[in-house]
Protein backbone atom coordinates (compact mmCIF):
# COMPACT_ATOMS: atom_id res chain seq x y z
CA UNK A 1 0.00 0.00 0.00
CA UNK A 2 1.22 3.50 -0.40
CA UNK A 3 2.87 5.36 2.40
CA UNK A 4 3.67 8.99 2.59
CA UNK A 5 6.84 10.49 4.29
CA UNK A 6 7.54 13.89 4.17
CA UNK A 7 10.82 15.51 4.90
CA UNK A 8 13.11 18.49 3.70
CA UNK A 9 13.75 19.47 -0.22
CA UNK A 10 17.21 20.12 -0.71
CA UNK A 11 17.54 19.11 -4.28
CA UNK A 12 14.94 19.25 -7.09
CA UNK A 13 13.72 17.03 -9.42
CA UNK A 14 11.55 13.36 -9.69
CA UNK A 15 13.19 10.51 -9.28
CA UNK A 16 11.07 6.81 -9.61
CA UNK A 17 13.59 3.96 -8.71
CA UNK A 18 14.34 0.92 -6.63
CA UNK A 19 15.04 1.81 -2.87
CA UNK A 20 19.05 1.15 -1.42
CA UNK A 21 19.57 1.13 2.28
CA UNK A 22 22.87 2.44 3.48
CA UNK A 23 22.94 1.31 6.92
CA UNK A 24 24.97 3.37 9.38
CA UNK A 25 27.72 2.27 11.51
CA UNK A 26 25.42 -0.97 12.97
CA UNK A 27 25.18 -2.33 9.46
CA UNK A 28 25.54 -5.74 8.47
CA UNK A 29 28.87 -6.40 6.35
CA UNK A 30 28.01 -8.42 3.62
CA UNK A 31 29.92 -11.74 3.08
CA UNK A 32 32.59 -11.93 0.30
CA UNK A 33 34.54 -14.73 -0.38
CA UNK A 34 38.17 -14.98 -0.96
CA UNK A 35 41.15 -16.83 -2.77
CA UNK A 36 42.54 -19.06 0.49
CA UNK A 37 45.90 -17.76 -0.99
CA UNK A 38 44.79 -14.63 0.93
CA UNK A 39 43.54 -15.65 4.21
CA UNK A 40 46.97 -15.36 6.44
CA UNK A 41 46.59 -11.86 5.10
CA UNK A 42 43.14 -11.57 6.71
CA UNK A 43 44.16 -13.34 9.73
CA UNK A 44 46.88 -10.40 9.84
CA UNK A 45 44.15 -7.87 9.51
CA UNK A 46 41.81 -9.23 12.11
CA UNK A 47 45.33 -8.95 14.62
CA UNK A 48 46.34 -5.89 14.27
CA UNK A 49 42.52 -4.01 13.85
CA UNK A 50 42.28 -5.60 17.23
CA UNK A 51 45.18 -4.49 19.08
CA UNK A 52 44.71 -1.13 17.20
CA UNK A 53 40.91 -1.09 18.85
CA UNK A 54 42.75 -2.32 22.50
CA UNK A 55 45.15 0.85 22.35
CA UNK A 56 42.57 3.52 21.43
CA UNK A 57 40.41 1.76 24.11
CA UNK A 58 43.32 2.18 26.78
CA UNK A 59 43.98 5.56 25.97
CA UNK A 60 40.28 5.90 26.30
CA UNK A 61 40.08 4.33 29.85
CA UNK A 62 43.37 5.71 31.40
CA UNK A 63 42.08 9.44 30.82
CA UNK A 64 37.89 8.11 31.53
CA UNK A 65 40.17 7.20 35.23
CA UNK A 66 41.29 10.06 35.72
CA UNK A 67 38.91 12.85 34.31
CA UNK A 68 35.62 10.92 35.91
CA UNK A 69 36.52 8.11 37.75
CA UNK A 70 36.90 4.36 38.10
CA UNK A 71 33.13 3.70 37.64
CA UNK A 72 32.83 5.97 34.59
CA UNK A 73 36.12 3.93 33.52
CA UNK A 74 34.71 0.73 33.66
CA UNK A 75 33.05 0.64 30.31
CA UNK A 76 36.11 0.90 28.62
CA UNK A 77 37.13 -2.37 30.82
CA UNK A 78 34.77 -4.39 29.95
CA UNK A 79 35.83 -3.60 26.09
CA UNK A 80 39.00 -4.86 27.00
CA UNK A 81 38.61 -7.75 28.69
CA UNK A 82 36.08 -8.94 25.68
CA UNK A 83 38.72 -8.14 23.03
CA UNK A 84 41.20 -9.72 25.66
CA UNK A 85 38.66 -12.51 25.82
CA UNK A 86 40.05 -15.54 23.15
CA UNK A 87 35.68 -16.60 23.54
CA UNK A 88 35.41 -13.68 21.33
CA UNK A 89 38.72 -13.17 18.95
CA UNK A 90 38.95 -17.45 18.12
CA UNK A 91 35.70 -17.76 16.43
CA UNK A 92 36.35 -14.80 14.44
CA UNK A 93 39.41 -16.28 13.32
CA UNK A 94 37.66 -19.50 12.78
CA UNK A 95 35.40 -17.89 10.54
CA UNK A 96 37.65 -16.02 8.38
CA UNK A 97 39.19 -20.13 7.67
CA UNK A 98 35.83 -22.02 7.82
CA UNK A 99 34.23 -19.23 5.53
CA UNK A 100 37.01 -18.10 3.70
CA UNK A 101 36.07 -14.80 3.94
CA UNK A 102 37.26 -11.08 5.04
CA UNK A 103 38.43 -10.22 8.20
CA UNK A 104 35.77 -7.14 8.68
CA UNK A 105 32.97 -10.30 8.07
CA UNK A 106 34.11 -12.67 10.39
CA UNK A 107 34.43 -10.12 12.87
CA UNK A 108 31.31 -8.71 12.61
CA UNK A 109 29.33 -11.86 12.44
CA UNK A 110 31.05 -13.18 15.61
CA UNK A 111 30.26 -9.83 17.73
CA UNK A 112 26.56 -10.25 16.05
CA UNK A 113 26.12 -13.49 17.79
CA UNK A 114 27.75 -12.21 20.83
CA UNK A 115 25.38 -10.01 21.21
CA UNK A 116 22.23 -11.73 20.33
CA UNK A 117 23.70 -14.51 23.39
CA UNK A 118 23.57 -11.37 25.60
CA UNK A 119 20.05 -10.20 23.97
CA UNK A 120 18.62 -13.32 25.40
CA UNK A 121 19.34 -13.56 28.55
CA UNK A 122 16.63 -12.36 30.99
CA UNK A 123 18.94 -10.68 33.77
CA UNK A 124 18.46 -6.60 32.01
CA UNK A 125 22.25 -5.82 33.68
CA UNK A 126 23.48 -8.87 30.55
CA UNK A 127 20.77 -7.30 28.01
CA UNK A 128 22.36 -3.95 28.38
CA UNK A 129 25.99 -5.22 27.30
CA UNK A 130 24.68 -5.43 23.84
CA UNK A 131 24.76 -1.50 23.16
CA UNK A 132 28.11 -2.35 24.13
CA UNK A 133 28.94 -5.22 21.75
CA UNK A 134 27.80 -3.26 18.80
CA UNK A 135 29.78 0.24 20.27
CA UNK A 136 33.13 -2.65 20.16
CA UNK A 137 32.20 -4.27 16.56
CA UNK A 138 32.20 -0.33 15.53
CA UNK A 139 35.65 0.27 16.63
CA UNK A 140 36.77 -3.08 14.99
CA UNK A 141 35.36 -2.47 12.12
CA UNK A 142 36.40 1.40 11.74
CA UNK A 143 39.92 -0.29 12.38
CA UNK A 144 39.06 -2.53 9.51
CA UNK A 145 37.35 -0.38 6.82
CA UNK A 146 37.39 2.68 8.23
CA UNK A 147 34.41 4.59 9.15
CA UNK A 148 31.44 4.75 6.15
CA UNK A 149 32.08 4.03 2.76
CA UNK A 150 32.29 -0.13 2.56
CA UNK A 151 29.02 -0.06 1.75
CA UNK A 152 28.52 2.56 -1.06
CA UNK A 153 31.05 1.01 -2.83
CA UNK A 154 29.47 -2.14 -3.48
CA UNK A 155 26.34 0.34 -5.32
CA UNK A 156 26.58 -1.46 -8.71
CA UNK A 157 22.72 -0.18 -10.01
CA UNK A 158 20.69 3.26 -10.05
CA UNK A 159 18.72 3.29 -7.01
CA UNK A 160 18.04 5.89 -4.65
CA UNK A 161 19.54 5.96 -1.30
CA UNK A 162 18.52 5.71 1.90
CA UNK A 163 19.96 6.64 5.17
CA UNK A 164 20.28 8.01 8.31
CA UNK A 165 22.54 10.93 7.81
CA UNK A 166 24.83 11.20 4.50
CA UNK A 167 28.34 12.67 5.59
CA UNK A 168 30.16 14.56 2.55
CA UNK A 169 33.13 11.79 2.78
CA UNK A 170 30.53 9.26 2.45
CA UNK A 171 28.46 11.23 -0.73
CA UNK A 172 32.08 11.90 -2.12
CA UNK A 173 32.45 7.93 -1.85
CA UNK A 174 29.79 7.35 -4.18
CA UNK A 175 29.99 6.18 -7.72
CA UNK A 176 28.35 9.32 -8.73
CA UNK A 177 26.47 7.08 -12.06
CA UNK A 178 24.66 5.01 -9.52
CA UNK A 179 22.49 7.09 -7.74
CA UNK A 180 19.23 8.04 -8.57
CA UNK A 181 18.45 10.45 -5.74
CA UNK A 182 19.63 10.62 -1.68
CA UNK A 183 16.76 10.38 1.41
CA UNK A 184 18.36 11.16 4.56
CA UNK A 185 16.31 11.49 8.00
CA UNK A 186 18.28 13.60 9.48
CA UNK A 187 19.96 17.04 7.73
CA UNK A 188 18.97 20.30 6.90
CA UNK A 189 18.62 22.97 4.24
CA UNK A 190 22.00 23.32 3.11
CA UNK A 191 23.82 20.95 4.33
CA UNK A 192 26.06 19.38 2.31
CA UNK A 193 23.92 16.16 1.25
CA UNK A 194 21.82 18.69 -0.83
CA UNK A 195 24.93 20.86 -1.92
CA UNK A 196 26.11 17.13 -3.29
CA UNK A 197 23.19 16.32 -4.86
CA UNK A 198 22.66 19.24 -6.30
CA UNK A 199 25.92 19.12 -8.12
CA UNK A 200 25.25 15.71 -8.90
CA UNK A 201 21.66 17.16 -10.80
CA UNK A 202 19.86 14.66 -8.62
CA UNK A 203 16.52 14.68 -6.40
CA UNK A 204 17.41 14.65 -2.77
CA UNK A 205 14.94 15.31 0.66
CA UNK A 206 16.90 15.13 3.95
CA UNK A 207 15.26 15.01 7.39
CA UNK A 208 12.47 12.33 6.83
CA UNK A 209 12.75 11.15 10.28
CA UNK A 210 11.93 7.29 10.71
CA UNK A 211 12.03 6.82 7.02
CA UNK A 212 14.48 3.62 6.95
CA UNK A 213 12.11 1.95 9.74
CA UNK A 214 9.54 1.66 7.14
CA UNK A 215 11.58 0.61 3.83
CA UNK A 216 13.41 -2.47 2.44
CA UNK A 217 16.06 -2.77 -0.13
CA UNK A 218 14.22 -3.15 -3.35
CA UNK A 219 10.92 -1.36 -2.65
CA UNK A 220 9.47 1.23 -5.36
CA UNK A 221 9.87 4.78 -3.96
CA UNK A 222 9.36 7.93 -5.37
CA UNK A 223 11.35 10.88 -4.42
CA UNK A 224 9.94 14.18 -5.06
CA UNK A 225 12.84 17.11 -4.75
CA UNK A 226 10.54 19.87 -5.11
CA UNK A 227 7.82 19.48 -2.31
CA UNK A 228 9.90 17.18 -0.31
CA UNK A 229 7.94 14.28 -0.28
CA UNK A 230 8.87 10.32 -0.37
CA UNK A 231 6.24 8.40 -2.07
CA UNK A 232 6.52 4.58 -0.87
CA UNK A 233 5.16 1.38 -3.06
CA UNK A 234 2.93 4.36 -4.99
CA UNK A 235 -0.30 2.85 -6.56
CA UNK A 236 -0.45 3.14 -10.29
CA UNK A 237 -2.39 6.72 -10.10
CA UNK A 238 0.07 8.47 -8.47
CA UNK A 239 3.13 6.79 -10.25
CA UNK A 240 1.49 8.07 -13.86
CA UNK A 241 1.01 11.72 -12.20
CA UNK A 242 4.77 11.83 -10.92
CA UNK A 243 5.43 10.75 -14.22
CA UNK A 244 3.87 13.26 -16.25
CA UNK A 245 5.83 15.78 -13.80
CA UNK A 246 8.71 14.05 -14.79
CA UNK A 247 8.41 14.46 -18.36
CA UNK A 248 7.42 18.45 -18.18
CA UNK A 249 10.40 18.82 -15.94
CA UNK A 250 12.40 16.72 -19.27
CA UNK A 251 10.59 19.00 -21.74
CA UNK A 252 11.39 22.53 -19.56
CA UNK A 253 15.16 21.66 -19.70
CA UNK A 254 15.10 20.39 -23.46
CA UNK A 255 13.62 24.10 -24.00
CA UNK A 256 16.89 25.43 -21.29
CA UNK A 257 19.30 24.26 -23.81
CA UNK A 258 18.23 26.66 -27.05
CA UNK A 259 19.49 29.46 -24.04
CA UNK A 260 23.23 28.06 -23.75
CA UNK A 261 24.83 30.32 -26.60
CA UNK A 262 22.29 33.23 -25.43
CA UNK A 263 23.72 36.15 -23.21
CA UNK A 264 22.53 36.17 -19.90
CA UNK A 265 21.19 39.70 -19.68
CA UNK A 266 17.75 41.06 -18.32
CA UNK A 267 15.23 42.54 -20.53
CA UNK A 268 16.52 46.42 -20.23
CA UNK A 269 19.74 44.37 -21.19
CA UNK A 270 21.79 44.67 -18.04
CA UNK A 271 24.51 41.85 -18.30
CA UNK A 272 24.46 39.41 -15.30
CA UNK A 273 27.26 37.75 -14.33
CA UNK A 274 26.21 33.69 -13.77
CA UNK A 275 29.16 31.47 -12.98
CA UNK A 276 29.33 27.82 -11.47
CA UNK A 277 29.70 26.32 -7.63
CA UNK A 278 32.00 23.21 -8.32
CA UNK A 279 33.71 20.38 -5.97
CA UNK A 280 35.57 19.00 -8.50
CA UNK A 281 37.21 19.51 -11.45
CA UNK A 282 35.74 17.36 -13.80
CA UNK A 283 32.43 19.51 -13.00
CA UNK A 284 33.79 22.92 -15.09
CA UNK A 285 32.24 20.74 -18.74
CA UNK A 286 28.73 21.12 -16.82
CA UNK A 287 29.11 24.63 -15.80
CA UNK A 288 30.24 25.62 -19.22
CA UNK A 289 27.96 23.02 -20.63
CA UNK A 290 25.22 25.06 -19.13
CA UNK A 291 25.83 28.43 -19.70
CA UNK A 292 28.29 29.57 -16.98
CA UNK A 293 31.05 31.94 -17.86
CA UNK A 294 33.51 30.20 -15.16
CA UNK A 295 33.57 29.35 -11.33
CA UNK A 296 32.57 31.25 -8.84
CA UNK A 297 33.34 28.83 -5.83
CA UNK A 298 35.64 26.15 -6.09
CA UNK A 299 34.83 24.20 -3.07
CA UNK A 300 38.77 22.43 -2.80
CA UNK A 301 38.02 20.67 0.45
CA UNK A 302 36.43 17.77 -1.42
CA UNK A 303 39.85 17.17 -2.25
CA UNK A 304 40.47 16.24 1.30
CA UNK A 305 36.84 14.60 1.97
CA UNK A 306 37.71 12.08 -0.85
CA UNK A 307 41.07 11.07 0.35
CA UNK A 308 42.12 8.73 3.25
CA UNK A 309 45.16 11.18 4.47
CA UNK A 310 45.58 14.92 3.52
CA UNK A 311 46.33 15.86 -0.20
CA UNK A 312 50.06 16.64 -1.17
CA UNK A 313 51.07 19.67 -3.09
CA UNK A 314 50.86 18.00 -6.23
CA UNK A 315 47.69 16.66 -5.91
CA UNK A 316 46.24 19.75 -5.07
CA UNK A 317 48.35 21.39 -7.92
CA UNK A 318 47.11 18.96 -10.28
CA UNK A 319 43.71 19.58 -9.66
CA UNK A 320 43.70 22.87 -9.54
CA UNK A 321 45.61 23.07 -13.01
CA UNK A 322 42.93 20.80 -14.51
CA UNK A 323 40.63 23.54 -13.94
CA UNK A 324 42.42 26.16 -15.67
CA UNK A 325 43.33 23.89 -18.34
CA UNK A 326 39.35 23.07 -18.62
CA UNK A 327 38.10 27.22 -18.20
CA UNK A 328 41.01 28.42 -20.72
CA UNK A 329 40.83 31.57 -19.83
CA UNK A 330 37.42 32.21 -18.01
CA UNK A 331 37.56 33.44 -14.10
CA UNK A 332 37.94 30.49 -11.47
CA UNK A 333 38.16 31.22 -7.70
CA UNK A 334 39.42 29.21 -5.99
CA UNK A 335 38.17 28.85 -1.84
CA UNK A 336 41.04 28.03 0.46
CA UNK A 337 39.49 24.53 2.06
CA UNK A 338 36.27 24.99 4.53
CA UNK A 339 36.68 21.89 6.51
CA UNK A 340 35.41 21.53 9.66
CA UNK A 341 31.38 22.03 11.02
CA UNK A 342 29.30 19.38 8.69
CA UNK A 343 32.73 18.73 6.78
CA UNK A 344 34.93 16.01 7.64
CA UNK A 345 37.52 13.63 6.83
CA UNK A 346 37.01 10.51 8.06
CA UNK A 347 40.21 11.05 10.03
CA UNK A 348 38.46 14.13 12.04
CA UNK A 349 35.36 12.01 11.64
CA UNK A 350 37.33 9.17 13.95
CA UNK A 351 38.33 11.16 16.25
CA UNK A 352 37.75 10.78 20.03
CA UNK A 353 37.15 14.15 20.96
CA UNK A 354 34.74 15.44 18.82
CA UNK A 355 34.01 19.62 18.90
CA UNK A 356 30.96 20.04 20.98
CA UNK A 357 29.58 22.86 19.03
CA UNK A 358 31.80 22.68 15.75
CA UNK A 359 29.34 25.15 13.48
CA UNK A 360 30.76 27.89 16.12
CA UNK A 361 34.42 26.09 16.31
CA UNK A 362 37.51 25.47 14.93
CA UNK A 363 36.24 25.63 10.65
CA UNK A 364 37.52 27.35 7.88
CA UNK A 365 39.96 29.30 7.78
CA UNK A 366 40.84 29.33 11.74
CA UNK A 367 41.54 25.76 10.79
CA UNK A 368 43.74 26.49 8.42
CA UNK A 369 45.31 29.40 10.44
CA UNK A 370 46.32 26.96 13.30
CA UNK A 371 47.20 23.88 10.97
CA UNK A 372 50.12 26.03 8.87
CA UNK A 373 52.01 23.73 7.15
CA UNK A 374 48.81 22.01 5.69
CA UNK A 375 47.63 25.43 4.63
CA UNK A 376 50.42 26.68 3.05
CA UNK A 377 50.67 23.54 1.09
CA UNK A 378 47.27 24.27 -0.65
CA UNK A 379 48.33 28.05 -0.99
CA UNK A 380 51.47 26.95 -3.05
CA UNK A 381 49.57 25.06 -5.45
CA UNK A 382 46.53 27.29 -5.91
CA UNK A 383 49.40 30.05 -6.60
CA UNK A 384 51.63 27.83 -8.33
CA UNK A 385 48.28 26.85 -10.67
CA UNK A 386 47.46 30.68 -11.04
CA UNK A 387 51.01 31.23 -12.53
CA UNK A 388 49.92 28.96 -15.56
CA UNK A 389 47.43 31.59 -16.74
CA UNK A 390 48.11 34.78 -15.10
CA UNK A 391 44.90 36.67 -14.59
CA UNK A 392 42.08 34.12 -14.25
CA UNK A 393 42.79 32.55 -10.82
CA UNK A 394 41.57 34.62 -7.52
CA UNK A 395 42.05 32.95 -4.04
CA UNK A 396 38.77 33.40 -1.62
CA UNK A 397 39.31 32.57 2.29
CA UNK A 398 36.25 31.52 3.86
CA UNK A 399 34.85 32.08 7.20
CA UNK A 400 36.30 35.33 7.89
CA UNK A 401 35.22 36.98 11.03
CA UNK A 402 37.66 39.75 12.15
CA UNK A 403 40.61 41.99 9.68
CA UNK A 404 43.05 40.46 11.62
CA UNK A 405 42.40 37.21 11.01
CA UNK A 406 41.79 38.18 7.05
CA UNK A 407 45.46 39.98 7.27
CA UNK A 408 46.98 36.86 9.00
CA UNK A 409 45.42 34.91 5.63
CA UNK A 410 47.00 37.16 3.23
CA UNK A 411 50.05 37.67 5.28
CA UNK A 412 50.70 33.21 4.64
CA UNK A 413 49.65 33.81 0.87
CA UNK A 414 52.25 36.84 0.40
CA UNK A 415 54.94 34.79 2.39
CA UNK A 416 54.39 31.70 0.16
CA UNK A 417 54.43 33.68 -3.19
CA UNK A 418 57.77 34.78 -1.70
CA UNK A 419 59.12 31.19 -1.39
CA UNK A 420 57.72 30.08 -4.78
CA UNK A 421 59.93 33.16 -6.28
CA UNK A 422 63.15 32.04 -4.34
CA UNK A 423 62.31 28.87 -5.10
CA UNK A 424 62.14 30.08 -9.46
CA UNK A 425 58.44 28.95 -10.02
CA UNK A 426 56.26 31.76 -12.02
CA UNK A 427 54.07 33.54 -10.03
CA UNK A 428 51.28 36.19 -10.77
CA UNK A 429 51.72 38.70 -8.31
CA UNK A 430 48.94 40.50 -8.96
CA UNK A 431 46.38 37.44 -8.33
CA UNK A 432 43.03 38.89 -6.47
CA UNK A 433 42.70 38.11 -2.77
CA UNK A 434 38.95 38.01 -1.44
CA UNK A 435 36.83 36.52 1.15
CA UNK A 436 33.72 34.96 1.29
CA UNK A 437 31.11 36.69 3.78
CA UNK A 438 29.18 34.71 5.41
CA UNK A 439 29.58 35.65 9.08
CA UNK A 440 27.50 38.68 10.18
CA UNK A 441 30.71 40.64 11.71
CA UNK A 442 31.82 39.89 8.33
CA UNK A 443 28.80 41.73 6.68
CA UNK A 444 28.49 43.73 9.76
CA UNK A 445 32.26 45.26 9.20
CA UNK A 446 31.79 45.11 5.32
CA UNK A 447 33.12 48.66 4.96
CA UNK A 448 36.47 48.37 6.84
CA UNK A 449 36.77 44.44 5.21
CA UNK A 450 36.06 46.30 1.45
CA UNK A 451 39.18 48.21 2.35
CA UNK A 452 41.85 45.50 2.26
CA UNK A 453 39.94 42.41 0.67
CA UNK A 454 40.02 42.27 -3.41
CA UNK A 455 36.48 41.27 -3.69
CA UNK A 456 33.56 39.76 -1.71
CA UNK A 457 31.80 36.70 -2.22
CA UNK A 458 28.80 36.26 0.46
CA UNK A 459 27.72 32.58 1.12
CA UNK A 460 24.09 33.08 2.50
CA UNK A 461 24.62 29.03 3.72
CA UNK A 462 26.40 30.20 6.25
CA UNK A 463 25.27 33.81 6.61
CA UNK A 464 21.46 32.60 7.03
CA UNK A 465 22.96 30.12 10.08
CA UNK A 466 24.70 32.46 11.68
CA UNK A 467 22.15 35.22 11.46
CA UNK A 468 19.01 33.11 12.55
CA UNK A 469 21.37 30.56 14.97
CA UNK A 470 19.94 27.80 13.06
CA UNK A 471 22.55 25.08 12.12
CA UNK A 472 21.97 24.36 8.61
CA UNK A 473 22.10 20.37 9.15
CA UNK A 474 19.92 20.40 12.02
CA UNK A 475 15.91 19.37 10.17
CA UNK A 476 14.16 20.03 13.79
CA UNK A 477 14.70 23.86 13.32
CA UNK A 478 14.52 23.24 9.18
CA UNK A 479 11.28 25.45 9.21
CA UNK A 480 12.96 28.39 10.40
CA UNK A 481 16.02 28.24 8.18
CA UNK A 482 14.72 31.33 6.16
CA UNK A 483 17.65 33.27 3.43
CA UNK A 484 14.44 35.63 3.01
CA UNK A 485 14.24 37.07 6.84
CA UNK A 486 14.72 41.06 7.13
CA UNK A 487 17.82 40.50 9.23
CA UNK A 488 19.40 38.80 6.03
CA UNK A 489 18.47 40.85 3.65
CA UNK A 490 19.57 43.56 5.73
CA UNK A 491 23.21 42.15 5.79
CA UNK A 492 23.27 41.64 2.07
CA UNK A 493 22.23 45.10 1.37
CA UNK A 494 25.05 46.52 3.77
CA UNK A 495 27.62 43.78 2.22
CA UNK A 496 26.54 45.12 -1.27
CA UNK A 497 26.66 48.24 -0.69
CA UNK A 498 29.84 48.71 0.80
CA UNK A 499 31.71 46.63 -2.09
CA UNK A 500 29.90 49.28 -4.32
CA UNK A 501 31.23 51.90 -2.31
CA UNK A 502 34.44 50.59 -2.35
CA UNK A 503 34.26 49.91 -6.16
CA UNK A 504 35.16 45.94 -5.60
CA UNK A 505 33.50 43.29 -7.16
CA UNK A 506 30.60 41.46 -5.24
CA UNK A 507 29.11 38.10 -5.97
CA UNK A 508 26.60 35.94 -4.29
CA UNK A 509 27.69 32.12 -4.38
CA UNK A 510 25.45 30.24 -1.17
CA UNK A 511 22.67 28.17 -2.38
CA UNK A 512 20.07 31.25 -2.62
CA UNK A 513 22.00 32.26 -5.76
CA UNK A 514 20.64 29.14 -7.41
CA UNK A 515 17.33 29.05 -6.22
CA UNK A 516 14.92 30.73 -8.96
CA UNK A 517 12.45 32.72 -6.01
CA UNK A 518 15.43 34.41 -4.55
CA UNK A 519 17.00 35.64 -7.95
CA UNK A 520 15.01 38.77 -8.34
CA UNK A 521 15.43 40.22 -4.85
CA UNK A 522 19.57 39.63 -5.36
CA UNK A 523 19.43 41.28 -8.72
CA UNK A 524 17.07 44.50 -7.22
CA UNK A 525 19.78 44.99 -4.17
CA UNK A 526 22.61 45.18 -6.37
CA UNK A 527 24.21 41.85 -7.04
CA UNK A 528 25.06 41.71 -10.70
CA UNK A 529 27.34 37.99 -10.47
CA UNK A 530 25.68 34.57 -9.36
CA UNK A 531 27.22 31.63 -8.62
CA UNK A 532 25.47 28.16 -8.59
CA UNK A 533 25.77 25.01 -8.90
CA UNK A 534 25.22 24.29 -12.45
CA UNK A 535 22.02 22.54 -12.78
CA UNK A 536 20.35 25.68 -12.18
CA UNK A 537 22.09 27.91 -14.30
CA UNK A 538 19.76 27.39 -17.57
CA UNK A 539 16.83 28.31 -15.13
CA UNK A 540 18.34 30.67 -13.91
CA UNK A 541 19.52 32.73 -17.27
CA UNK A 542 15.80 31.96 -18.74
CA UNK A 543 14.36 34.12 -15.42
CA UNK A 544 16.97 36.67 -15.85
CA UNK A 545 16.21 36.99 -19.43
CA UNK A 546 12.53 37.35 -18.42
CA UNK A 547 12.57 40.40 -16.50
CA UNK A 548 14.18 44.08 -16.16
CA UNK A 549 16.31 45.22 -13.54
CA UNK A 550 13.08 47.90 -12.33
CA UNK A 551 11.14 45.14 -11.74
CA UNK A 552 13.56 43.36 -9.30
CA UNK A 553 14.16 46.46 -7.07
CA UNK A 554 10.85 46.44 -6.97
CA UNK A 555 10.27 43.44 -5.80
CA UNK A 556 13.15 43.79 -3.59
CA UNK A 557 11.59 46.93 -1.82
CA UNK A 558 8.29 45.13 -1.87
CA UNK A 559 10.16 42.57 -0.09
CA UNK A 560 12.01 45.04 2.51
CA UNK A 561 8.73 46.38 3.19
CA UNK A 562 7.37 43.15 4.74
CA UNK A 563 6.85 42.76 8.30
CA UNK A 564 6.69 38.76 8.22
CA UNK A 565 9.68 36.46 7.42
CA UNK A 566 7.44 33.95 6.42
CA UNK A 567 5.42 36.56 4.22
CA UNK A 568 8.88 37.76 2.94
CA UNK A 569 9.32 34.20 1.31
CA UNK A 570 5.84 33.34 0.03
CA UNK A 571 5.98 36.52 -1.61
CA UNK A 572 9.46 35.73 -3.64
CA UNK A 573 8.08 32.14 -4.14
CA UNK A 574 4.79 33.62 -5.81
CA UNK A 575 5.98 36.23 -7.80
CA UNK A 576 8.40 33.89 -9.81
CA UNK A 577 5.88 31.13 -10.07
CA UNK A 578 3.92 33.71 -12.01
CA UNK A 579 6.43 34.79 -14.25
CA UNK A 580 7.85 31.59 -14.69
CA UNK A 581 5.45 28.66 -14.44
CA UNK A 582 6.91 25.92 -16.33
CA UNK A 583 9.79 26.16 -13.88
CA UNK A 584 7.81 24.24 -11.37
CA UNK A 585 6.65 21.58 -13.66
CA UNK A 586 3.13 23.87 -13.86
CA UNK A 587 2.56 22.69 -10.67
CA UNK A 588 0.74 24.50 -7.93
CA UNK A 589 2.45 26.13 -5.14
CA UNK A 590 1.59 23.64 -2.96
CA UNK A 591 2.47 20.95 -5.40
C1 LIG B 1 27.99 29.38 2.02
O1 LIG B 1 28.17 29.26 3.23
O2 LIG B 1 27.02 29.98 1.52
C2 LIG B 1 28.93 28.76 1.07
C3 LIG B 1 28.84 28.99 -0.22
O3 LIG B 1 29.86 27.92 1.56
P1 LIG B 1 29.58 26.42 2.03
O4 LIG B 1 28.18 26.05 1.64
O5 LIG B 1 30.60 25.57 1.36
O6 LIG B 1 29.76 26.52 3.51
MG1 LIG C 1 30.06 28.60 3.96
Known amino acids: MERVFKGIAVSPGIAIGEVFILDDQRRRIPKRAI ?5 PGEHERLDKALQASIAELSVLRERTDKELGAEAAKIFAFHLGMLADPTLTRPMHALIDSETTTAEYAASTAMQQLAERFAGFRDAAFKTKVDDIHDLSMRVLKNLIGEHTSKLSKLDHRAVVIARDLTPSQAAAFNRSHVQAFVTEFGGKTGHTGIFARAMGIPAVVGSTGIREQVSEGDTVIVDGDSGTIILDPDQKTLATYKGWQERRRLFQISLRELKDLPCVTVDGTPIDLQGNIEFADEIT ?27 EEQH ?10 LDGRPLTIRTMDLGADKYTQEQERSENPERNPMLGCRSIRYCLQNLPMFKRQLRAILRAAAIRPGTVRVMFPLVTTPEEFRRAKFFLNDVMEDLRDEGHPVDPTVKVGMMVEVPAAALCAESFAGQSDFFSIGTNDLVQYTLAVDRTNELVAGMYNPASQAVIKLLRMTVDAAKTARIPVSCCGETAGELEYTMMLLGIGLRTLSANSGSLPALKRLIRSVTIEQCEQVAKKAISIDSDGAVASYLRDVTRKIMPEAFDGRSAEG
Do not use: H
Open 35 to 39: PLAQL
Open 317 to 326: YAAYAECVKL
Open 286 to 312: QVIEAGGNGVGLYRTEFLYLTAESEPT
